[in-house]
């Protein structure tokens, strides 16, 4: 059975940084590409940043400068550092693990609020 887990959401000050981890169970981790996504109230799900299997990077322009994808193979996790918070970044954080079209599997999602 395929779990992802997210953690590290939180209520933060504007300016304030977050720590997001999502770990994964049930599939061989390493071949799997990660991704963070997210999804403010009343709003489509939008990709925000994502870690291939070989370790290639890309973010949205919308957080780039501001948040760093990791991922740890040994721990089966991936991270989302987040500075630099604005009210904008106000959402609903998903973890995403794919390899193919079939295999293609969210978390449950874990709530980020940037408010003062």
């Known amino acids: 059975q395929v779990q992802l887990v997210e953690s590290g959401g939180a209520l933060v000050q504007p300016g304030g940084s977050l720590r997001l981890s999502c770990a994964a169970s049930?599939?061989?981790?390493?071949?799997?590409?990660m991704g963070w996504y997210r999804q403010a109230p009343g709003k489509e799900r939008e990709w925000v940043a994502g870690i291939t299997s070989d370790a290639t990077i890309n973010y949205a322009d919308s957080v780039k400068g501001r948040f760093t994808i990791s991922r740890d193979n040994a721990k089966k996790t991936v991270y989302l550092q987040m500075n630099s918070l604005k009210s904008e970044d106000t959402a609903v954080y998903y973890c995403?693990?794919?390899?193919?079209?079939?295999?293609?599997?969210w978390g449950q999602g874990t709530q980020v609020t940037v408010s003062s």
């Open positions: 049930g599939i061989i981790f390493s071949m799997y590409d």
């Open positions: 995403n693990a794919r390899l193919s079209r079939r295999q293609n599997f």
